[in-house]
């Protein structure tokens, strides 16, 4: 075991960064990471959330590099354009002491931006595999000089649909490179991936996590959507909170979250992509050292996230899948300690929390939204312990004397209930916000995945037990429900107008999608492609933004992608 950064064997540029950071001690990932791929050898690591997984790839890729050159010689491929810019960050803070050159690709940003920081020069390449693809095909990034190549988070690489557009990236490598690949699941799709690509690796396996998380306090709130807000900041009033991780699905509802509440007396940071290292450490500072006990954060933007002692785990937004809430959970309840796990259940999320309870063979509590009276007498509580302390262990002489001096004109009680309402008056108003019960329907659970439509899953999917898209279960259907027009009533069917005569393919489709507009791969459903035209179903909360973004702002194999909403 490494007790220091030192003995990896790393640059004095490299730990002079490191220190800079306020990097304590190498994590296991970095402990056997970094020394094998210093080596030159080929690594394929499991990790999960928390390890410090980035930093095991990025030092030793810096130290092999050692200084600019006149073309790319390391790409690093990773899903989404958050994580791309998160992988950049730490690598320009880590490489501050070098001259090497870091550029990201994604989409979602002007091509004319990319294109002009890749004709400078650049050492390293960090981008998702849909922007990569266009510029390769356009002649402006060429792969032929490529030494050093990372995969990350290869799982949730292909279950957006990329595996395609990593087979034909890999393939304008030079087959003698070193190659390292990351995931936090190993699917039979990854598997696969690895047998194709990563010859002779050096397998590591950091904290698997566990299906059940023993030491978590798991729990439920049944609500409305609407209701989210005002339900969080009561729970927060009730609950033991030394610090918590809120997470939710969109940068913007977290900045949004943040700002509430704040709003309402409770110090809270938001963690999104939008921010630089700087910002994102300056965050992580304040977490640390209790300025704030609130952290607000995407799961993208908390991938690489360890912080100690979390008490609570708040899921204001459910996970898509039962994998994503263990791993979310799994970040309270450490090192022996107990810790709460809270997750907001809509009713039309009703079968994503028994996804979840089958998953982990673990029923969930449900708790009630706390009351106007429960507040109050946890108020009440609260401020009783604090006057025990003071009366059992603190100088009050000079108290008493005003005491003796009031009492000449007041009772003792009188006086007593003054000083309370007096040292009360900065408390925050009681909330008042009335809940509507929602709607319990009795659901019937009918436990078969959705049928196959075309080509999609037919040739794109990774099966497993039956079940479509790598391991990510679908989610079941319930008897009496109402089906939308196109089959699932969270799927809106958008018209795209590219086919087979475009030369298209389902994955072209998924990914383009999932990269340039920046939702998750897992919220595109169904995809038909038809001769002239194709089909696709996208989760209704991201229809108005997928039709927003994918009006010519970007094209897919040349060809511009325009996408409307189907009438029929």
Known sequence: MSSSFAELGLSPELLTAINELEYAAPTPIQEQAIPSLLTGQNVV??????????????????????????????????????LALQVTDAARWLAAHTQLRITSVYGGQSYTIQIRALKKGTDIVVGTPGRLMDLMRQDILNLSAVEHVIL????????????????????????????????????????????AHVPNPDHIRINPSAVTVSDTEQRYVYLREENKLAALIRLLEVEGIQSALIFTRTKVRAQEISDALNTHGIPAESLHGDLNQARRETVLRRLRSREITILVAT?????????DDLSHVINFDMPQDPED?????????????????????????????????????????????????????????KYLDRLMQVLTGENISSEMATVKNLSAQYSMETIAAAAIKLSRESEPEL??????????????VIEEPQKAHGKYKSENAAMKGGKYRGDKKQAPRYAGSPPSEHGHEDMVRLRCNLGHRHGIRPGDIVGAIASEVGIPGKSIG?????DDYSFVDVDRKHASKVLRQSSGKYAVRGKTVILTKDSK
């Open 45 to 82: 690591g499991q990790a999960q959330t928390g390890t410090g997984k980035t930093a095991a790839f990025i030092l030793p890729l810096l130290q092999l590099l050692n200084k600019p050159a006149d073309t790319v010689r390391a790409l690093i491929l990773v899903p989404t354009r958050e």
């Open 526 to 530: 169904e995809i038909k492609i038809q």
């Open 325 to 381: 809430y263990v791993h979310r959970i799994g970040r309270t309840g450490r090192a022996g300690k107990k810790g709460v796990a809270l997750t907001f259940v809509t009713g039309k999320e009703k079968h994503r929390l028994r996804m979840v309870e089958n998953f982990t063979k673990k029923a969930l509590n449900e708790v009630p939204i706390p009351s106007i009276a429960e507040i109050r007498a946890h108020r009440d509580q």
């Open 431 to 444: 909330p008042h916000e009335q809940f509507a019960e929602p709607a319990r329907p009795a659901f019937h």
């Open 299 to 307: 799961d993208v933007a908390a991938r690489g996230l360890d912080i």
């Open 152 to 195: 990350d988070e290869a799982d949730e690489m292909l279950d957006m649909g990329f595996s395609e557009d990593v087979d034909t990236i890999l393939s304008a490598i030079p087959v003698e490179r070193q190659i390292a690949l990351f995931s936090a699941t190993f699917p039979r799709a990854v598997q696969a991936l690895v047998n």
